[in-house]
């Protein structure tokens, strides 16, 4: 084959891929849409139209032509002729097609179809506080999820293959290293801030006039760097991003009138994931590495933007008379410190998505260690409810009252996505190693927040991480960036140096 | 072949017309975005995902597997085994599919590039008064639609074949017979008109809020039954309606500050777009008679609402007061009969858009003069611009200083749409002919708009004309519903009813 026949079929193969990639941008654009105002009585039609065009991507993607693209590129010597990015877009692409090639499509009609239910079910038994109702539909995914893996095939411990879907590279290995790490510190650091005075939190809950509370919302964006030219803000029930392509990656808020700033961190977090989909280099755009890299180093920009920077100290003593102007009258009387102790509370309680910074991490560590178990055979579906509830007390001290509050209270699981809830504490680890190499590299860190000039913190992260995409591995970037594998000690001390002084502990 | 098989291949061509459909939903979702309100910068990317969507649905609708369907369908044995309404989808797809078959893909594709460069040339020639730009690539435009013509045979004169794309079974022979009836009573009209006194516009002409502007179109919209939980309303520059499906009809409105009507009126005009596609029955859904039956049947319902309702002394009988009420103070001095006459106010202008009721069918003829005369080869493309100043001068009484606001106006040409300008007239008259007939089936028709309710009249429009989508032709609906062929004179007696009283005339 010559040069010129090779480079007509690697065009040919891009030209593929392409077409996948504008198949799922045109159905990120319908869910978008049905999820921000598309009319009630045109979405069954609609569904039929996701139904059409996602089959068609799906069935792109495994396709006998896919098929050969595939071995041809794959091939051991021809691979070594790619550049880094083709081989990475051939590597993607092959993940995918073997991952989806070993289920017989009847199996995985069926398995559509069951988590369908399931998340009916799931709804039913939550209002009705009823496992037993839930129960069959999470065994049947299990089992299902069980069989999966091993048509996939599985290294060491079973969940590291279902892990590896949302973090490529993660295993049970060491997501008990890091989080055992992370636990044995943060227990006894909350266990601290217990028997210390909680700070009024009673300014946070008047009535916010929505308007204004948008107009914040949007003067903060746009502080940060969110390009409104390549986005949009909207209204959701449920906040959040979606990246249909670089230029176009549009992100949802609620406004909650009893709620001074569950929109605006709402707004900053969802801005964490636009930075980074905005900024992913251009000559990746219409290929299979044209998104983040993974949910846990996606989650870290998050959490990056919205706690290490929208919680802290310096963000606010730029920020908070603009807030104070912005709603006039009501935080007349509210220190700005008090402000700053008032968002950073943190306490255990029994919702995740409610959870504090602090927290949050172990409601995280209670569903990985009781998926782990369930995949391993050591617990069984039957037993979840009182499994839930003792890691609670062991590591929160305290237990819900109603399943619905406790097991319950996540759809994840009846949605099948097993190996998913590591990413948000990830996340976490991911943005606290990335902090401490960004204050190296910015020395001015901290005066650039109080500054409001975020620009050189974005270009940093811009070069170091989101232009990549997913064109490197999270663990490569991670290397690259901060010179060491994820170390959880970084969200230690991170976590101790922020809540020690807040709640006056030595 | 059993009842079985032949049922089963029945259901095989419907899923595919479906499929053709769906591509086609979601490129009008992703229109509707790119005008509403998508960033920028993410447009050319979406812009791929267009072509790519439109390509399939394209080569869906040529491919060999529709050829066989349709050989198989149209055999005038098996047709006849077909219900109505198969016999429609097969007759419809058949057309398009001929259509498309007829004419070279390169030969089209060269048309497609044409057009595009011919707008952004029209755009420049119009914005630089220079008709010698546009001239060649007009010129090309009409030598290329000519051999389209003689590629897809014509009957008659060659100009018939353009019209049926637009308006099924229009012809030269008809429109010359009708459009010269409405002249010959028009154009006198207008002569008596200019000699009495003009009523006075200036209150129209304030500051309104654009709020008000807003929540008064709203209103109204409630009022007419436009049903928000099958549609929406939204801003663009250039107001449009877009059916999706008959659970999703949206519009969008342009609001002028400086303007108390114009919003309004559009948006009622788009609203009688809407009430007919949202109003297509059920049965219709996902096959390609799932849409107005013409440009100039969905044009009558337009014009219907917007003048036979909108423009009506009941209609503001019933509104004005919540009109004054909507903006306080600006218009207390105004009475309801001073704002009446404003409204309808007509006089000879350069510019269709800008144009009233009365004038605009003259606009329309002008331009279905010139096109017949065009592909008649009795006109030259180079001696357009004069024919156009001749003819305004001849049906308006005036003349454009400028070919900017002579032959430049209007981008139909540039796009290559000849044929479509008589839709708007054929609205005009198709509406006073529906008009009629309602006031005979519906007696207290001005009593049901000096009350506001519209559900009766509305009811009626379903039952005989918006259900039926396009599964009767433009012609079957008219004689069905009024009892005749197309027949100016109703429009003729509209216009004189109107106006002459406004006017003073006896």
Redesign the interface.
């Known amino acids: 084959m010559s040069q010129t026949d090779y480079q007509g079929k690697l065009d040919e193969f891009r030209k593929y891929i ?2 996948i990639k ?2 799922e ?2 159905v990120g ?2 869910y978008w ?1 049905l999820r921000t ?10 569904s ?2 996701i139904g ?2 996602s089959t068609e991507a799906f069935r792109l993607s495994v396709s006998d032509q896919m098929g050969g693209y595939l071995d041809f590129f794959s091939d051991a010597a021809r691979i070594e002729e790619l550049d880094e990015t083709n081989r990475r877009i051939v590597q993607e692409a092959k993940k995918e097609f073997d991952r989806s090639k070993k289920i017989p499509p009847e199996k995985y009609q069926d398995y559509v179809v069951l988590t369908s239910k399931a998340e009916s079910a799931w709804e039913e038994a939550k209002e009705k506080n009823d496992f037993a109702m839930f129960q069959p539909y999470l065994e049947k995914i299990v089992e299902t999820n069980l069989e999966f893996v091993e048509l996939w095939g599985y290294k060491g411990h079973k969940y590291n293959t279902l892990l590896d879907m949302y973090e490529p590279g993660m295993t049970v290995e060491k997501l008990d290293e890091v989080f055992g790490a992370l636990r044995s510190e943060v227990v006894p650091l909350l266990a601290e801030i217990k028997k210390a005075p909680q700070p009024d939190r009673s300014f946070l809950r008047q009535t916010f006039d929505k308007e204004k509370q948008k107009h914040f919302s949007l003067f903060i964006l746009k502080e940060l760097g969110y ?6 803000l909207d209204e959701t029930v449920h906040p959040f991003a979606t990246g ?5 990656v ?1 992100i949802t808020t609620r406004y909650l009138p009893e709620d001074a700033t569950s929109a605006l961190f709402g707004t900053i977090h969802e801005c964490g994931h636009a930075l980074y989909e905005q900024n992913i280099s251009e000559d990746l ?2 290929t299979n590495l044209c998104t983040g890299t993974s949910m846990g180093i996606h989650e870290s920009q998050s959490r990056f933007w919205e706690n290490m920077v929208g919680r802290s100290r310096e963000f606010w003593s730029r920020y908070y008379a603009d807030l104070q102007r912005t709603f006039p009258g009501q935080f007349d009387n509210v220190s700005e410190e008090a402000f700053y102790r008032a968002i950073n509370h943190t306490e255990p309680s029994l919702i995740r998505i409610e959870a504090d910074e602090l927290t949050y991490n172990l409601h995280i560590m209670i569903r990985y260690e009781l998926e782990k178990a369930l995949f391993s055979g050591e617990l069984k579906v039957a037993d979840l409810p009182e499994a839930w509830n003792a890691k609670y007390r062991e590591y929160l001290g305290i237990e819900a009252d109603t399943n619905a509050e406790g097991v319950l209270q996540d759809v994840h699981w009846a949605g099948g996505s097993f190996g998913y809830f590591p990413s948000y504490a990830l996340g976490n680890m991911y943005a606290a190693q990335f902090t401490n190499t960004l204050r190296k590299e910015i020395p001015a860190f901290d005066e650039l927040l109080a500054k409001g000039d975020f620009a050189p913190i974005k270009q940093f992260l811009v070069e170091n991480i989101y232009r990549y995409g997913k064109s490197q591995t999270p663990n490569e970037i991670v290397r690259r960036v901060t010179g060491e594998d994820l170390n959880p000690q970084y969200l230690v001390d991170y976590l101790k140096d922020k809540y020690k002084p807040l709640y006056g502990l030595s």
């Open positions: 392409r077409k504008h198949y941008e045109a654009l319908i849409d105002g598309a009319p009630k009585k045109g979405a069954s039609e609609r039929e139209v059409e065009l390009d409104f030219e390549a986005g949009r249909l392509n670089p230029g176009d549009r755009i219409g």
